[in-house]
């Protein structure tokens, strides 16, 4: 026998809406309709006639619900949604039914009022959906491929070899396997395997179909004809010595001036190492904001992205089925879970507004200087410092902040980004890892070519400003930044 502590079924689905960004948000919240028939979704169901008349008409909403549409009307705070047993009868639905009419009348109002503070003009709403119905499907580099190959001229043996090629091209256009290889599993003999491939190669994007980056960028200088010039001979002769950048040993092996190396380096430079590049997913990927970050005046304002998050109520047909004398108690039973979940979950996404809103006015309180002035100004920040002061684990906002974005004025950022470990500067302030990074490669960006700067001298230049850090920090730091060591940095 032994004791562990298991999560409840609610907890587990609390931590889950927090932890998921808005786009999966939506379809856990899809979910959660299917499965719960006394669950509805709110979808623009006021007008703005309806939006003024309620606010004309029905009961005022209190100051602190105005001052921010993230925050849940008073009656759903958590405390006054958890049930209190034994503070009226099991089966008073009566009472039941009236508590749960005033939690939708406030959510109705509270909905209201979010509506009124974040209204878009008909313009901007007619702007965004053209965006959205212009959104296609992208489409992968082997369809492109494939779909070429139907269009060749090839026959049916030589069609059917070739779409088994493709099959084995990554998706950055290299050919994974070597030709002995697919024909010794395929059977074919090497010859016709070698013929298909050069009639791929011929394809779109240039460099498709490529067995390395010298066979890639080689294919792209034939395809231009090029094939005569310097840069093909430096890429048939030198490759080795062009990625370390060799360049006196390439321009006493190819007869040639330095000058002239370093004016063909810079066209290989403009060559594309990765041809199916263009046709990776990731490159349809869209981030929708969770925060965003205004300047007003000399603050800053912070709006969750409420527009995105579903809006839930508990049906009144349901409502109204329960307080039926002739209904079952088996129905009242059944019925009262699928309520008590469903306002479970109406909590569960108020408090997930909430704890974000919270976390990302305490991040532009601390990162001010960053909202103002950039990322050399980032400050060092960790979970457990803001965890301390938005009353939560650090964990929870580890779950907070995961895939969740701002936009500041700076730019859109994850909220990660702005938790970063601290250096000590001579002075006794402690400056973000990421300014610091910063400042190496702005002095990358500015240094003489002929001269470029190593570990050494970055770390002299940063000890004249103050920051104290190691050379193998600094090393570490590079190579994070993709920038190369000081002797490959060097233009002759």
Known sequence: MSLQQVLAPQLQQSLALLQAPTLELKALVAQELQQNPVLEEIVAIETDQEDRANNDDESEVSPAQSLDPAEPPADMSPESATEKPGSEPTDDFQAEFERLSQIDQDWRDNYSQVNSTVRHSAEDEERRQFMFDSLVAGTSLQEVLLEQVRLSELSEEDRSIAEMIIGNIDDYGFLQSSIDELAFSTNIPSEKVLEA?????????????ARNLRECLMLQLERTNRKETLEYRILDRFMDALGKRRIPEMARGLGVEVDEIQDAMENIAMLEPRPGRAFLPDNQQYILPEVFITKSGSDFVVATNNDQVPHLRISNAYKDLMSQAQSSSEVREYIREKIRAGKFLIKSLHQRQQTIGNIAREIVKRQRDFMEKGV?????????QVAEVVGVHETTVSRAVSGKYMETPQGVFEMKYFFTSGIQT?????????SVKDMIAGMVKDEDTAKPLSDEEIVKILAQKGVIIARRTIAKYRSELNILPSHLRKVY
Do not use: D, E, R, Y
């Not at 050399?376 to 457990?384: C, E, F, G, Y």
């Not at 001579?426 to 990421?434: F, H, I, Q, V």
């Open 376 to 384: 050399s100004h980032l400050k060092p920040l960790t979970m457990v």
């Open 426 to 434: 001579s002075s006794g302030t402690n400056m973000s890892n990421t």
């Open 197 to 209: 491939l050069k009639v791929i190669q011929a394809f779109h994007p240039p460099g498709v179909g």
